[in-house]
């Protein structure tokens, strides 16, 4: 076997043993909260740690009386991997009541994520507590590399040749969306803010028949809530004279291909026609 076979051969063989051991591209990531509430026997503080999925909007915890007083609001911020504590002081005189107390963890103005702890206090120190509770889910991606994950998710549905484009979506946060669209030139032709409903899916109609669409090209419909890049999500869409055109997909490739077929087809005839007859 000469050298440039020989070097040929390992090239293959290096190349076949790369394909072999790719790594797996399947990831999995949590979403949702989970909290725990611990204290120890006679102690004057409670301690809450928990984890959250949003990463944008802090923490907030509330503690009730036995009678119903609020004695205790606080609010903590989630470090960048979605971690959080906080440590509650029982030796104020606003916990001299003997009973339990109810801590309340919620996410969210409109309480996405909500737990609500017991702790027991006597004399103004707490009972030996440990109780915690979760709503996380765990979901797996695979396929492709994985990426920051996005916990708001765009889909728009445009029909070719009319004037209006349905904006659908889903987040795992209540507070309001902000929907806007940017002409082809940069400019702003709509803005406006839906709230989700209360499975966090979110809906709206854009009408493109009104003088601001009657630029031609494409124009960007964009998703977000709040200032973190996880909740934001974008789509384009192709107008020309106000209308929604397709874009080159389905319908075009059939056109296209009926175009060649007639083209092979004069292109036939014609050269039967040239044929000498003897």
Known sequence: MSIRKTYLLIAILAGVATLTISPSFAQQYQSGMEVSLSAEQGSTMVTLTGFTSILAEDVAITVTSP???????????PD??????AVLKTSSILWKQDGTYIVTIQQSERNLYKFRLPVQVIGGTTQFTSVSDSSLATHVTSGVPFQETRYLHLDVVAVIGETTIDVRGQT????????????????IVSIDQITPNPDGSFL???????????QDGFYTIT????????????ADVEIVDGVI?????AIAALVLAVAIISIIAVTAKTRLSIIPKY
């Open 223 to 234: 998703a977000q809530q709040g200032e973190s890049s996880l909740y934001t999500d974008s």
């Open 245 to 249: 055109i397709p874009e080159f997909g």
């Open 172 to 187: 795992d946060r209540l507070d309001d969306v902000t929907i806007k669209v940017t002409a082809p030139n940069g400019n």
């Open 204 to 214: 709206t109609v854009l009408h493109t028949d009104s003088d601001l669409w009657k």
């Open 80 to 85: 960048r991997n979605g971690n959080f504590m």
């Open 67 to 77: 009678n119903g007083n609020i004695v205790t609001i606080e609010q903590v911020s």
